[in-house]
């Protein structure tokens, strides 16, 4: 969810619970809300073709890495969309920043519900085991959706003073994300996580999150132009249906997943959560760019016809 205003490209998507808003841009017309195609097509996309890729993939990449990392891979392929940086990519590249907004907001909340479901499915081994599903998804419902509900309603009383310190609240939301992480991933180290992980493991975990990761643009990118989109809604599809959060993901392994499991799959999510903010953000400035260029090139072909009727 996005924080204080700040679209920048963070390492950590943060979701603080006081600091979420609609941007400015979004809200004068519901069209960025009613565009039903755009918000299906990225659904789809992550919720449907990431574990498809990631089933139909298992016997080419399975070998490349540990049963438990390839687990945590399947794992990652039933996660939402990221939304802040989903937004801040969409923004640079000049895409519908009100699409993107609602779009990825509805993946990250419908998210809570659909993984649960999906790891149930595709996820086969490693899960807590005794826990009801029913049980499992109050518990995510309780670290994620209800924090959310009661930063909306606190913020009425307390959004101005928000507004005044967002500088210092975007360090305590992000920093909020990094400790979740760091405790997952701590616990990880400490039962020994090193030890059954070697370095050829985690050269073909690199490869098997660059695949999933040029798959999902490619396909985004193909069905953007074959659906007839605009360039605008092209650009939120890709940005927004090629992405995993791992500031919805950490929480969810920890629930769902025994705990001597967590890091091998957390792992995955952590190394593909990297790959995709570098990726994308090279993308988005290069689209960027070529819009920029664009636009200049127009601007010198209005002036040259009116430079040669003053001649």
């Given at each position: 969810?996005?924080?204080?205003?700040?679209?920048?490209?963070?390492?950590?998507?943060?979701?603080?619970?006081?600091?979420?808003?609609?941007?400015?841009?979004?809200?004068?017309?519901?069209?960025?809300?009613t565009?039903?195609?755009?918000?299906?097509?990225?659904?789809?996309?992550?919720?449907?073709?990431?574990?498809?890729?990631?089933?139909?993939?298992?016997?080419?990449?399975?070998?490349?890495?540990?049963?438990?990392?390839y687990?945590?891979?399947?794992?990652?392929?039933?996660?939402?969309?990221?939304?802040?940086?989903?937004?801040?990519?969409?923004?640079?590249?000049?895409?519908?920043?009100?699409?993107?907004?609602?779009?990825?907001?509805a993946?990250?909340?419908?998210?809570?519900?659909?993984?649960?479901a999906?790891?149930?499915?595709?996820?086969?081994?490693?899960?807590?085991?005794?826990?009801?599903?029913?049980?499992?998804?109050?518990?995510?419902?309780?670290?994620?959706?209800?924090?959310?509900?009661?930063?909306?309603?606190?913020?009425?009383?307390i959004?101005?003073?928000?507004?005044?310190?967002?500088?210092?609240?975007?360090f305590?939301?992000?920093?909020?994300?990094?400790?979740v992480?760091?405790?997952?991933?701590?616990?990880?180290?400490?039962?020994?996580?090193?030890?059954?992980?070697?370095?050829?493991?985690?050269?073909?975990?690199?490869?098997?999150?660059?695949?999933?990761?040029?798959?999902?643009?490619?396909?985004?990118?193909?069905?953007?132009?074959?659906?007839?989109?605009?360039?605008?809604?092209?650009?939120?599809?890709v940005?927004?249906?090629?992405?995993?959060?791992?500031?919805?993901?950490?929480?969810?392994?920890k629930?769902?997943?025994a705990?001597?499991?967590?890091?091998?799959?957390?792992?995955?999510?952590?190394?593909?959560?990297?790959?995709?903010?570098?990726?994308c953000?090279?993308?988005?400035?290069?689209?960027?760019?070529?819009?920029v260029?664009?636009?200049?090139?127009?601007?010198?072909?209005?002036?040259?016809p009116?430079?040669?009727?003053?001649?």
């Open positions: 969810m996005t924080a204080c205003r700040s679209y920048a490209p963070a390492y950590f998507a943060p979701h603080c619970i006081l600091c979420f808003e609609i941007p400015k841009m979004a809200r004068p017309k519901f069209a960025g809300a565009h039903w195609r755009l918000h299906l097509i990225v659904l789809l996309s992550t919720f449907a073709l990431f574990p498809l890729l990631g089933l139909a993939l298992k016997p080419l990449l399975s070998p490349l890495v540990t049963p438990a990392l687990t945590g891979v399947l794992f990652l392929c039933t996660l939402p969309s990221t939304v802040q940086s989903s937004i801040a990519f969409t923004s640079i590249a000049k895409g519908n920043v009100p699409a993107a907004v609602c779009s990825a907001s993946s990250s909340l419908l998210g809570i519900f659909i993984t649960p999906l790891v149930s499915i595709v996820v086969t081994n490693q899960a807590a085991g005794g826990a009801s599903a029913w049980h499992t998804v109050w518990n995510i419902v309780l670290q994620l959706l209800v924090p959310f509900v009661a930063g909306q309603l606190l913020r009425p009383l959004g101005r003073w928000i507004e005044r310190n967002r500088s210092v609240l975007k305590v939301d992000q920093g909020s994300i990094l400790l992480v760091y405790g997952a991933f701590s616990e990880a180290v400490n039962e020994g996580l090193w030890h059954h992980i070697p370095l050829t493991a985690l050269a073909g975990l690199l490869v098997v999150c660059a695949v999933l990761l040029a798959l999902a643009l490619a396909i985004t990118m193909f069905v953007g132009k074959r659906l007839g989109f605009s360039r605008a809604d092209q650009i939120t599809i940005f927004g249906g090629s992405k995993k959060s791992l500031a919805a993901g950490v929480p969810m392994a629930v769902i997943f705990s001597h499991a967590v890091g091998a799959v957390v792992l995955p999510l952590m190394l593909f959560h990297q790959i995709q903010l570098m990726v953000a090279a993308l988005a400035q290069r689209w960027a760019a070529r819009d260029s664009g636009e200049k090139r127009a601007a010198s072909n209005e002036r040259a009116a430079a040669v009727a003053r001649r």
